[in-house]
């Protein structure tokens, strides 16, 4: 049922935070995260990402883009690790063309801030009864207030805003600022780093822009992500409370809330299936072809209010579908079983796609699919940069340039294992269990 506890227990990362280790000096750059209007040129073709706000898409955007995946790409979308879209294999200097494609869509508000708007949000807020409050205005808000902003557009393109309904789902994505709904619904806290406070939940999506600011003012070394910034530097409780008082908010120096437990039990993603008002499915490594968006947007459309919302677990929220759609869901290609192996496997774009990789994990991972879900998440990557992996407790599984993977678990050392006894491996791996904090 939508909205049941996802099965994989809170635990410690075995890769803890990894790739935004604090800056030690003043870094001479800025990020080359792509965008919708800034793409990157990859080995298939120029990649776009397209930011959504909290994931979530009207059916006519779903529609608008299938056409553009049909008409410019390779005829597919991907799911990103924070509920973006990406459109990849795009023919050279069709930039243009997809802007204006994206526009019409109503997906392109404010071209300035486009790679800025990374918010994700508990996907089923307002929809399970699950949850302090609905936080779906404030999203709205806060992406009104973030396109709008002058400043806004200084953050990097890594920067992410999580706003959190108090079921605790967003805690495992380790966003730069968050939104946490507390008991009653009238207040929220709203976090920066190590630094809390406690405002209105009505002032939540201004507080939520002020750390933000308070971070680029803290940002002497040009850092990208919240946890870059070193000790000496980090924004302080009682600054993001004097900013707050400044701009006219009600706000109150607040404790931080702690990961994993967060927030109230501390929820894992949707698991796949229909109850509450909606249905959820899953795409399998991500990818959704167009076909299948214009089903799922169809379905959207036929029996709800025509809304979707894309989530970080890869995963499409259709509100309004019921048991009776899993079906016609399932047919397309999507995950409908919470019992599918899917669920527990990801993996970079690897080759062909992009030119680090030194094997096909795409096409591994398939081949390789367990025979039920279950145990920690695998994500397999092409090299180690290790793009999209998950957060928590997962296996790490990194193709080596001899064509063998260097799989590790939580607590464990990494081992290197000949794809033909990496079944095996990845089966011991996943059964491994963490200690809880
Ligand atoms: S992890 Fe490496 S191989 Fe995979 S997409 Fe990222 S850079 Fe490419």
Same mark, same amino acid.
């Given at each position: 049922?939508?909205?049941?506890?996802?099965?994989?227990?809170?635990?410690?990362?075995?890769?803890?935070?990894?790739?935004?280790?604090?800056?030690?000096?003043?870094?001479?750059?800025?990020?080359?995260?792509p965008?919708?209007?800034?793409?990157h040129t990859a080995d298939d073709g120029a990649l776009?990402r397209?930011?959504?706000?909290?994931?979530?898409?009207?059916?006519?955007?779903?529609?608008?883009?299938?056409?553009?995946?049909?008409?410019?790409g390779d005829?597919a979308l991907d799911i990103t690790s924070?509920?973006?879209?990406q459109l990849r294999g795009?023919?050279?200097?069709?930039?243009?063309?997809?802007?204006?494609?994206?526009?019409?869509?109503?997906?392109?508000?404010?071209?300035?801030?486009?790679?800025?708007?990374?918010?994700? +949000?508990?996907? @089923? &807020? *307002?929809?399970?009864?699950?949850?302090?409050? =609905?936080?779906?205005?404030?999203?709205? !808000? #806060?992406? $009104?207030?973030?396109?709008?902003?002058?400043? +806004?557009?200084? @953050? &990097? *393109?890594?920067?992410?805003?999580?706003?959190? =309904?108090?079921?605790?789902?967003?805690? !495992? #994505?380790? $966003?730069?600022?968050?939104?946490?709904?507390?008991?009653?619904?009238? &207040?929220?806290?709203?976090?920066?780093?190590?630094?809390?406070?406690?405002?209105?939940?009505?002032?939540?999506?201004?507080?939520?822009?002020?750390?933000?600011?308070?971070?680029?003012?803290?940002?002497?070394?040009?850092?990208?992500?919240?946890?870059?910034?070193?000790?000496?530097?980090?924004?302080?409780?009682?600054?993001?409370?004097?900013?707050?008082?400044?701009?006219?908010?009600?706000?109150?120096?607040?404790?931080?809330?702690?990961?994993?437990?967060?927030?109230?039990?501390?929820?894992?993603?949707?698991?796949?299936?229909?109850?509450?008002?909606?249905?959820?499915?899953?795409a399998p490594l991500g990818r959704v072809?167009?076909?299948?968006?214009?089903?799922?947007?169809?379905?959207?459309?036929?029996?709800?209010?025509?809304?979707?919302?894309?989530?970080?677990?890869r995963?499409?929220?259709?509100?309004?579908?019921?048991?009776?759609?899993?079906?016609?869901?399932?047919?397309?290609?999507?995950?409908?079983?919470?019992?599918?192996?899917w669920?527990g496997v990801g993996a970079c774009t690897g080759r062909p796609g992009c030119a680090k990789s030194l094997a096909d994990v795409r096409a591994d991972a398939t081949a390789l699919l367990?025979?039920?879900?279950?145990?920690?998440p695998v994500h397999w990557s092409g090299c180690e940069r290790r793009c999209g992996h998950p957060?928590?407790?997962w296996v790490d599984v990194v193709a080596t340039a001899d064509g063998h993977y260097e799989v590790s678990?939580?607590?464990?050392?990494?081992?290197t294992v000949p794809l033909?006894?990496l079944a095996?491996?990845l089966?011991?791996?996943?059964?491994?269990?963490?200690?809880?904090?």
């Open positions: 049922m939508v909205g049941m506890l996802a099965a994989m227990p809170p635990a410690p990362s075995n890769r803890p935070d990894r790739d935004e280790p604090p800056l030690t000096s003043v870094r001479d750059r800025g990020d080359a995260c965008g919708a209007l800034r793409l776009a397209v930011r959504v706000p909290a994931g979530v898409l009207s059916a006519a955007q779903a529609y608008a883009l299938a056409d553009a995946a049909e008409q410019l005829g924070r509920g973006n879209l795009l023919e050279a200097g069709c930039g243009g063309e997809l802007a204006q494609l994206l526009d019409a869509a109503g997906l392109l508000p404010a071209p300035r801030h486009e790679r800025v708007r990374n918010v994700v +949000a508990s996907p @089923l &807020s *307002g929809l399970d009864g699950r949850g302090y409050a =609905d936080v779906q205005p404030l999203v709205r !808000e #806060l992406d $009104a207030l973030l396109c709008a902003s002058e400043r +806004a557009p200084e @953050l &990097s *393109g890594r920067f992410l805003f999580a706003l959190d =309904d108090g079921r605790g789902d967003m805690a !495992e #994505l380790a $966003a730069d600022v968050m939104l946490l709904a507390e008991p009653g619904g009238g &207040s929220v806290r709203v976090t920066v780093g190590d630094a809390a406070v406690r405002v209105k939940a009505e002032d939540g999506p201004r507080a939520m822009m002020l750390a933000a600011e308070a971070f680029l003012d803290a940002s002497a070394t040009r850092a990208w992500r919240v946890r870059e910034l070193p000790a000496a530097h980090a924004v302080s409780a009682a600054d993001l409370a004097a900013r707050a008082a400044a701009a006219g908010l009600d706000a109150v120096a607040a404790v931080p809330p702690s990961c994993p437990d967060r927030a109230a039990g501390g929820e894992g993603p949707p698991v796949p299936g229909a109850g509450d008002g909606a249905a959820y499915v899953v072809t167009a076909s299948a968006w214009r089903l799922i947007a169809g379905v959207a459309e036929r029996y709800g209010p025509g809304e979707l919302r894309v989530t970080p677990w995963g499409v929220v259709v509100v309004g579908a019921g048991e009776e759609q899993l079906g016609v869901l399932a047919g397309a290609g999507l995950v409908t079983d919470p019992a599918s192996p669920l367990p025979a039920g879900a279950g145990g920690l957060r928590g407790a678990a939580p607590g464990g050392p990494p081992r033909t006894e095996g491996a089966a011991a791996a996943r059964t491994i269990t963490t200690p809880t904090k």
